[in-house]
């Protein structure tokens, strides 16, 4: 089913668009993005609450690693309570800048996204990373959910348990983008910098978990950024 959706791309990246890839066509390049989206919501929408969006912005964000979803920032602050019915998909600027010696350089960007996956391997409007990227969207229109925008401070640790709750429920559906032990990596990889001794426990409580709020994800996040520091590390 085709969604009635708007693509729009921000300043920024019409700016890099124009310059890096100049043969691609902006007409083109929304349908070929949208013509993924859609296809990602219906299979959300197949096991889950229906999304509402009508329209989506590319953006560029440094400190993304692939791709995110960003639907705090589109949302007017006079307007309450947000629908999250306008969202931005992020990409790291490697995304629309061509390498150096890349024989696709000055060409199509579409081009470059079914060719070279020119990003870490991999086509960053791929439907698993898509659907992953609009999980979050689909959780934050789930009833009872109860969505906000999180302090700045707690927002590494609400993506990192988010995201492993999203590849738990994803995983029984055949469309998680890693596997449970790769997922496993990824949790304590991003908690032992911080917190000393993880445990493992947690990540199993997560892994099984069925159903969750935002609360529950805020208040778990609290506590891993409440927690005392690997003195001895810090020190060495």
Not at 24 to 51: Q, W
Not at 183 to 197: A, G, T, V
Request: proline letters at 7%; aromatic letters at 12%.
């Amino acid at each position: 089913m085709t969604i009635d959706l708007d693509i729009c791309f921000s300043p920024v990246f019409q700016k890099n668009l124009n310059k890096h890839f100049p043969k691609t066509d902006d007409e083109e390049l929304k349908r070929y993005v949208k013509e993924r989206i859609c296809c990602a919501v219906n299979t959300l929408n197949s096991i889950g609450n229906t999304i509402k969006i009508e329209k989506i912005f590319l953006d560029v964000d440094c400190n993304c690693e692939l791709i995110s979803i960003d639907f705090d920032q589109s949302v007017p602050k006079d307007e309450s309570p947000p629908e999250y019915e306008i969202a931005c998909l992020e990409v790291p600027p490697q995304i629309i800048v061509p390498l150096p010696n890349d024989s696709f350089s000055r060409k199509d960007l579409i081009e470059t996204f079914d060719g070279l996956k020119n990003y870490c391997n991999r086509n960053p409007f791929s439907h698993d990373i898509l659907c992953h990227e609009f999980g979050h969207l689909q959780d934050a229109q789930r009833s009872g959910f109860d969505y906000e925008k999180p302090k700045e401070e707690l927002l590494p640790y609400i993506d990192m348990i988010w995201n492993v709750l999203l590849e738990s429920k994803f995983s029984k559906h055949g469309i998680a983008l890693k596997t449970k032990d790769e997922n496993r990596k990824y949790f304590l990889r991003h908690l032992e910098p911080q917190w000393f001794k993880p445990p493992p426990e947690d990540f199993e409580d997560l892994w099984g978990v069925g159903n969750y709020t935002y609360k529950e994800i805020r208040e778990l996040a609290q506590k891993y950024c409440s927690s005392p520091r690997n003195i001895n590390r810090i020190r060495g």
